[in-house]
């Protein structure tokens, strides 16, 4: 047994100490982060901070919080968030069941099969694409955050491998019984693809909440910014005319004591999420890749 | 039974939304690709503005920027693509060598946690945790006696941090294919290796490995087709005028020479160019895939 051996027991203690290190390397800067957001304008300011809050402080919370830019990008964040994931899912499922069944059953599916995958491996480019969104009307528009992002092909890709996984014989007998394919989707398909919806979601709802280019293209007042849009233009391109403190205000806080709670409150959601479908998008993710 | 429109109606219906987002969002904007062929100004349109054949891309080929460009965008891509396939290979066949479940797990939820983050939200951590000016990194770096190391504010360094923090990001998401794949190799090929008196490292080598293969060849082949695309979500919450020379990439090129300077008729030819390439890779590399690993999508 290789596992009694010496030399493999040397190796796995310093295997297990090597891989532990860099899963703690994947989460430093996010504590980083965490414990400036916590600590004082002096401490931070004086880069005294490392891993742990020093002179722990909540005022760069209560600065952040009491921003009405923040809490406005935070609102339209959810929104889109909601009601842009609810539009993918539903596009989504709606075309990934004619997507998945045979030809002989539903013989127009390689056309559109082709009309999707040529999507994948051809784009305009930027520009076309920001001229199509000005002719459209759709500059300024909150709308403009939640309809082109509508159809993602790689999302009803996942979804068609997975309704192939459905057994047969379940539609074969709700058909016999006179169902419709309509019937059978909403009835038969869904209620089985719970665990691949929830994985879906997860990655649509995630790409909304991160998404900040859009935003930044195609929305021009800062009240309009979604709160990926708002970090993007406040924190990485330091645009401070929507921090809305007053002068006194700014003496008493540090700018990167408040950057490092807007950047940890953004962060959070995600962080909430994703842990505990960690077993879904691995499943999800499986399932597009490893196939026999 | 053969399949009728009547049958089939409710399927075309379905399908109706994604294929009304697909030519509005996708094929209409193909249209737009004439103006890789105009002196397109937006106050005269389509219409009137003049067409000047093949300039644009002369231009591409000629001016120093768009080559310095083009140099930059292979560099950082191919670099990203050769680690973003190796670290969670290896990785991968480390984590299958820890036997604690619960040890396992937590490393695994652990890293995959940068994947999830925008690179707004890393960038915005990044700039503050890299800085030379008592960034976290240069003073524990400073505490052993190196550096600072200009990470984001010299061209090498800019590179060297672009390249190492997306691997960072997207090693441990990288991981998944690999562990799944593992976890699919037949138990009885590590006894029968055990019963001959095989060490660990020879079933890696002969086991292992070869079962990680197929998968490796499709990951592999399949980012060949972003050879063209560094990065512009990282690079452009990164970069700063510093770094310019180095780090700028193809997509922040477009997007400064289309939005900021208002010049749509080169920048959509900078953009076709990197459109058409990527189009031969890709189909290329999924050919590959397909012949090699019997990889398909549709």
Not at chain 1, 110 to 116: E, G, H, L, N, R
Not at chain 2, 256 to 283: D, Y
Request: hydrophobic content about 55%; some cysteine; charged content about 15%.
């Amino acid at each position: 047994m290789y596992h009694k051996t010496l030399p493999y027991r040397i190796f796995s203690v310093f295997n297990t100490a090597f891989l532990s290190a860099l899963a703690v390397i994947c989460v430093i800067p996010l504590l980083h982060v965490l414990a400036v957001s916590l600590s004082s304008k002096a401490a931070a300011d004086g880069n005294l901070v490392g891993l742990w809050p020093v002179d722990f402080s909540f005022e760069a919370y209560k600065a952040t919080v009491s921003n009405p830019y923040f809490l406005g990008s935070v609102w339209i964040s959810v929104m889109r968030t909601v009601l842009g994931t609810a539009l993918i899912l539903l596009v989504t499922v709606l075309a990934a069941y004619p997507l998945s069944k045979e030809t002989r059953e539903f013989r127009g599916r390689p056309v559109y099969a082709w009309a999707f995958v040529f999507t994948m491996i051809f784009n305009g480019g930027l520009v076309p694409f920001y001229i199509l969104i000005l002719k459209l009307g759709l500059m300024n528009k909150f709308a403009v955050l939640i309809i082109p992002a509508m159809v993602n092909v790689w999302l009803i890709v996942l979804m068609m491998n997975f309704f192939r996984g459905v057994p047969r014989a379940l539609e074969e007998a709700a058909f016999i019984d006179g169902a419709s394919h309509f019937g059978v989707l909403f009835r038969i398909y869904l209620p089985l693809s719970l665990p691949a919806l929830a994985t879906l979601g997860l990655f649509a709802g995630v790409w909304h909440w991160n998404s900040w280019f859009d935003g930044l293209l195609y929305l021009s007042r800062k009240e309009d910014y979604p709160l990926a849009t708002y970090l993007q233009t406040v924190i990485v391109s330091r645009d401070m005319s929507s921090m809305n403190f007053t002068i006194e205000e700014m003496e008493l806080l540090s700018q990167k004591t408040i950057n490092a709670a807007q950047i940890f409150i953004g962060a959070l959601p995600v962080l909430l999420v994703y842990p505990f479908l960690q077993r879904y998008f691995i499943k999800g993710l499986v399932l597009g890749s490893v196939k026999e | 039974m053969r399949p009728t429109l009547r049958r089939t109606w409710p399927l075309h219906l379905m399908l109706l939304p994604a294929l009304a987002g697909l030519v509005v969002f996708n094929y209409v904007p193909l249209g737009g690709i004439v103006m890789a062929f105009m002196d397109y100004k937006p106050w005269l349109g389509f219409d009137h503005s003049p067409w000047i054949g093949l300039d644009h891309f002369r231009a591409l080929f000629e001016r120093e920027d768009s080559l310095q460009v083009i140099w930059n965008t292979l560099i950082i891509s191919v670099f990203k693509i050769v680690f973003n396939l190796l670290v969670p290979l290896i990785f991968a066949i480390l984590l299958n060598e820890v036997r604690i479940r619960l040890l396992t797990r937590t490393i695994q939820t652990m890293v995959y946690l940068p994947h999830f983050l925008s690179w707004v939200i890393l960038g915005g951590i990044l700039v503050n945790f890299l800085s030379t000016d008592g960034g976290f990194v240069n003073r524990v770096l400073g505490a052993i006696g190196i550096g600072p190391i200009p990470f984001l504010m010299h061209g090498d360094w800019f590179r060297f941090t672009v390249i190492v923090s997306d691997v960072w990001k997207e090693f441990g998401y990288g991981t998944i294919v690999f562990i799944a794949a593992l976890a699919n190799v037949d138990p009885a090929l590590y006894e029968a290796a055990e019963v001959d008196g095989a060490s660990r490292w020879k079933q890696t080598l002969h086991i292992t490995i070869p079962s990680l293969l197929p998968m490796a060849i499709v990951v592999g082949t399949l980012s060949l087709g972003n050879i063209l695309n560094a990065g512009f979500d990282q690079i452009f919450n990164l970069y700063n005028s510093m770094v310019m020379n180095k780090g700028d990439i193809i997509d922040t090129f477009v997007y400064r020479t289309a939005i900021l300077e208002g010049n749509f008729g080169f920048a959509t030819a900078v953009g076709l160019f990197k459109s058409v390439v990527s189009m031969v890779l890709i189909v290329g590399a999924y050919r590959l895939a397909y012949q090699y690993a019997n990889y398909r999508v549709f």
